[in-house]
T-cell receptor
Framework: DTAVSQTPKYLVTQMGNDKSIKCEQNLGHDTMYWYKQDSKKFLKIMFSYNNKELIINETVPNRFSPKSPDKAHLNLHINSLELGDSAVYFC?????????????FGPGTRLTVL | QKEVEQDPGPLSVPEGAIVSLNCTYSNSAFQYFMWYRQYSRKGPELLMYTYSSGNKEDGRFTAQVDKSSKYISLFIRDSQPSDSATYLCAMSASNFGNEKLTFGTGTRLTIIP
């Protein structure tokens, strides 16, 4: 049983395209997150949602737009992709709300922008 | 200066050795300290969690926090090849209110059989 799942696992696309990454968790958690991990393995939070409400929005270009249709899903849409967007994007979830000690990460989506 | 500093390695040690992994931080508000293990091409998984200063032991793993020095450590005893992974420290000022985690850059560890 997959706890936090992401699709697609790999995404290769051209500069300027628009793409989406989907995330689903079946843990019943209230809070979901998007993280970006660069080529040097540095993991940085981008967004967090609690019960479909945006809670954390780090200084991320507004080309990135998260959408939470329900508590179990948090999708990430990226417009006008740039070379610097190439990274691994991880979705995570936690419970109780915003608890830092119980974050479960998905397997990641490896995005390559050509 | 980054809020959390971690030597990226790589670090290679023979099987059975004791491994010491460390992070330093600058934000004195941090109170919650975690170690995550990340295998290649996988998501990070929580390994150890410590609140404030002190030690915590779980099997072969020991986490230490020294808040006065702003220094945290993870020790792995009797290291095994399966311990080969990237280890990321993470910390937070609070466990509530949707506080964010700040991560170190990770140390890549290889245990040589």
């Amino acid at each position: 049983d997959t706890a936090v799942s992401q699709t697609p696992k790999y995404l290769v696309t051209q500069m300027g395209n628009d793409k989406s990454i989907k995330c689903e968790q079946n843990l019943g958690h209230d809070t979901m997150y998007w993280y970006k991990q660069d080529s040097k393995k540095f993991l940085k939070i981008m967004f967090s949602y609690n019960n479909k409400e945006l809670i954390i929005n780090e200084t991320v270009p507004n080309r990135f737009s998260p959408k939470s249709p329900d508590k179990a899903h948090l999708n990430l849409h990226i417009n006008s992709l740039e070379l610097g967007d190439s990274a691994v994007y991880f979705c995570a979830s936690s419970h109780p709300s915003g608890s830092v000690d119980t974050q479960y990460f998905g397997p990641g989506t490896r995005l390559t922008v050509l | 200066q980054k809020e959390v500093e971690q030597d990226p390695g790589p670090l290679s040690v023979p099987e059975g050795a004791i491994v010491s992994l460390n992070c330093t931080y600058s934000n004195s508000a941090f109170q919650y300290f975690m170690w995550y293990r990340q295998y290649s091409r996988k998501g990070p998984e929580l390994l150890m969690y410590t609140y404030s200063s002190g030690n915590k032991e779980d099997g072969r793993f020991t986490a230490q926090v020294d808040k006065s020095s702003k220094y945290i450590s993870l020790f792995i005893r009797d290291s095994q090849p399966s311990d080969s992974a990237t280890y990321l420290c993470a910390m937070s000022a609070s466990n509530f209110g949707n506080e964010k985690l700040t991560f170190g850059t990770g140390t890549r560890l290889t245990i040589i059989p």
